[in-house]
């Protein structure tokens, strides 16, 4: 099979002829049809993501969408033919996406949405697994909350807008200027973040009594704000870049809560993986119910242009989620 593997950090990656993986206990070998790319696709590439645990050479690629073409011994619950998708290596030892083939966690993946295309399918896994992982596994989000999304206009913040709608919450989300009319289409009401300080949006849209639930895409000064946004005694704040340094006395001072949420840990130690497929057959659920929508960037990207693809999200001028096909 064809594969792009990362020889060296920093490098562009080499297409090469490998060997063709084979199904062993509890996997299922998937011809891939699409690889989404994530923001921590790139820092791994660069020898910038540490916490993922890669070595060189490697075969990138987290995400991915296809179809089963043999399946494992001990693996039941999915059969050959069946369109899956999910987030199922490119981090530690376990091959990603970024090749026609992969023997994978039948655990790590679910069917795939048939109203979504494999493209559209393969760009949601990383994303809508961490928003779950958040909102629901650690902030139990439900009714009559009012939940404040920082970054909504991105990968996760998207999708985490859309999962708390969906799950009965009235949903804001600080977004720079140019995406204010977007927040509209998903059901939450944008804050300026550059025109409104933390202070004024308390104060505006919770009366200052602050949000019961606060999720972090941003990190850094963005989470130390979250702090001083929570709800008294009730609040929770959630984060994905929790790391460095940050004073958790406004927190403390509140009453409230703190949840850090590491999406790769699964991949990375072997555990509860069978979670992130549960996890995926939820979001089945919920797009197939019209609940969930993803916004993909309309450029074709292959294998062989995958540098361009980077390239897009670094220069920031795609257009919703990269997603490369397989072909």
Do not use: C
Not at 167 to 181: D, E, L, R
Not at 295 to 324: C, F, L, R, W
Request: glycine share 10%.
């Amino acid at each position: 099979m064809k594969a792009l593997v990362l020889e060296n950090f920093g490098s562009p990656y080499v297409l090469k002829d490998i060997e063709k993986p084979v199904a062993k206990e509890g996997q299922v070998l998937v011809k891939i049809e699409a690889s989404g790319v994530n923001p921590l696709d790139l820092k791994i590439k660069l020898g910038q993501a540490a916490h993922a645990r890669v070595t060189t050479p490697a075969i990138p690629g987290i995400d991915m969408a296809g179809i089963i073409e043999s399946i494992g011994e001990g693996v039941q619950n999915f059969k050959i033919g069946d369109e899956v998708y999910g987030m199922t290596g490119g981090i530690g030892e376990v091959q990603g996406s970024l090749a026609e083939y992969a023997a994978v966690d039948a655990d790590l993946i679910a069917l795939k949405p048939k109203n979504l295309s494999m493209k559209e399918a393969a760009a949601l896994p990383l994303i809508f697994i961490t928003a779950w992982e958040g909102l629901v596994d650690r902030a139990n989000v439900r009714p009559n909350l009012n939940v404040l999304i920082h970054g909504g206009a991105g990968g996760v913040g998207h999708i985490a807008m859309q999962l708390a709608i969906a799950k009965g919450a009235t949903v804001f989300a600080t977004v720079s200027p140019k995406n204010i009319s977007v927040m509209a289409k998903y059901g939450a009401t944008a804050i300026d973040y550059n025109k409104l300080s933390t202070e004024d949006y308390v104060k505006e849209y919770t009366n200052g009594e602050g949000f019961d639930i606060i999720y972090d895409t941003v990190g850094g000064a963005t989470l130390d704000n979250s702090f001083k946004a929570a709800k008294q005694y009730t609040g929770h704040v959630l984060s994905i870049l929790g790391w460095g340094t940050h004073s958790l006395a406004p927190l403390s001072f509140r009453g409230a809560t703190y949840s850090g949420v590491f999406t790769l840990y699964p991949l990375i130690s072997g555990k509860n993986r069978k979670h992130h497929g549960e996890i995926l057959t939820e979001a089945t659920k919920l797009i197939e119910d019209g609940k969930i929508i993803t916004q993909i960037d309309p450029s074709n990207y292959t294998m062989e242009n995958i540098e361009e693809a980077h390239k897009s999200m670094e220069n920031a001028t795609a257009q919703g989620k990269v997603v490369i096909d397989i072909v």
